[in-house]
């Protein structure tokens, strides 16, 4: 699995912005997709992830509320959307895709199997 993350850019705080993840493969639906972020001289850090059928959903204590996460298997594309943004919310953003078909999500990075390029976020403040 190819995965692109797009979507990124400069926005000012409480504005929104829509990321997007397209994926390659026949089989995007056999994935748990998931976001993860990393700002400057930090850790990764999980944001949210939804099942493969996208009927179970996680999101980090730090975007409930304001992040949106959903997929369209047909078209083999997961978004998040970002509404409410912090400055605290900037950073690079990656897509991620954990082959696993169940009811829960990972949050766990190392154990995604693949990874987009990332997109950056930026949020002034």
């Known amino acids: 699995v190819q995965l692109q993350a797009s979507g990124g850019g400069l926005v000012q705080a409480g504005g929104s912005l829509r990321l997007s993840c397209a994926a390659s493969?026949?089989?995007?639906?056999?994935?748990?997709m998931g976001w993860f972020r990393q700002a400057p001289g930090k850790e990764r850090e999980f944001v949210a992830a939804i099942a493969w059928r996208g009927h179970t959903t996680s999101y980090a204590e730090s975007v409930k509320g304001r992040f949106t996460i959903s997929r369209e298997n047909a078209k083999n594309m997961v978004y998040l959307q970002m509404n409410s943004l912090k400055p605290e919310d900037t950073a690079v953003y990656y897509c991620?895709?954990?082959?696993?078909?169940?009811?829960?999500?990972?949050?766990?990075?190392?154990?995604?199997?693949?990874w987009g390029q990332g997109t950056q976020v930026t949020v002034s403040s």
């Open positions: 493969g026949r089989t995007f639906y056999n994935y748990a």
């Open positions: 991620a895709a954990d082959r696993v078909v169940a009811n829960w999500v990972r949050t766990d990075s190392y154990k995604y199997d693949y």
